[in-house]
T-cell receptor, first 111, second 111 residues
Framework: GENVEQHPSTLSVQEGDSAVIKCTYSDSASNYFPWYKQELGKGPQLIIDIRSNVGEKKDQRIAVTLNKTAKHFSLHITETQPEDSAVYFCAASRAARQLTFGSGTQLTVLP | NAGVTQTPKFQVLKTGQSMTLQCAQDMNHNSMYWYRQDPGMGLRLIYYSASEGTTDKGEVPNGYNVSRLNKREFSLRLESAAPSQTSVYFC??????????FGPGTRLTVT
């Protein structure tokens, strides 16, 4: 089955700096890669996703890059703000059905 | 539009007791999922239902049963709870190949 590894497990940045979280996956047939943000006491919420026919996708301050050859994908958050502080999860699947999640990254944005 | 709702929010069980976690969605989605979230391990899929009347095992199905009662509702049952089932349980729903929407979670403690 699919295995997703996520790094780092914790990340602290100064407000206004950029944050990068990286994930690798094992199943070359995976073709859907979402990123979720989870705030304390809440369920995960999708913030951006990318499919295997695209190398990069941006949405305002958030971007995701995908390298299919190396089987890794990354989340980039620019101009970080205190409200970006949360746990972020990457995931991988074939056709968005059975998601396999990474272990999560606790992002803290320091004011 | 409530999205995905889960009951109860919190539950404490003794070893060997049984209970059912309830989940309902009002987005007319065909697919529904049950995950468990443990510290440092991300979310792991327990069972999913691709459409009304069908259910399939995920990564960690042992000790659980599910029922897709109708298109809106998908319940998770613990027949004989064990301390290893102490976790936060999330229900999610989606259309196939699209974003999964998560509920707020049920925090279960088995003593």
């Amino acid at each position: 089955g699919e295995n997703v590894e996520q790094h780092p497990s914790t990340l602290s940045v100064q407000e206004g700096d950029s944050a990068v979280i990286k994930c690798t996956y094992s199943d070359s047939a995976s073709n859907y890669f979402p990123w979720y943000k989870q705030e304390l006491g809440k369920g995960p919420q999708l913030i951006i996703d990318i499919r295997s026919n695209v190398g990069e996708k941006k949405d305002q301050r958030i971007a995701v890059t995908l390298n299919k050859t190396a089987k890794h994908f990354s989340l980039h958050i620019t101009e970080t703000q205190p409200e970006d502080s949360a746990v972020y999860f990457c995931a991988a699947s074939r056709a968005a059905r059975q998601l396999t999640f990474g272990s999560g990254t606790q992002l803290t944005v320091l004011p | 539009n409530a999205g995905v709702t889960q009951t109860p929010k919190f539950q404490v069980l003794k070893t060997g007791q049984s209970m059912t976690l309830q989940c309902a969605q009002d987005m007319n989605h065909n697919s529904m999922y049950w995950y468990r979230q443990d510290p440092g391990m991300g979310l792991r899929l327990i069972y999913y239902s691709a459409s009304e009347g069908t259910t399939d095992k995920g990564e960690v199905p042992n000790g659980y049963n599910v029922s897709r009662l109708n298109k809106r509702e998908f319940s998770l049952r613990l027949e004989s709870a064990a301390p290893s089932q102490t976790s936060v349980y999330f229900c999610a729903s989606s259309e196939p190949t699209y974003e999964q929407y998560f509920g707020p979670g049920t925090r279960l403690t088995v003593t």
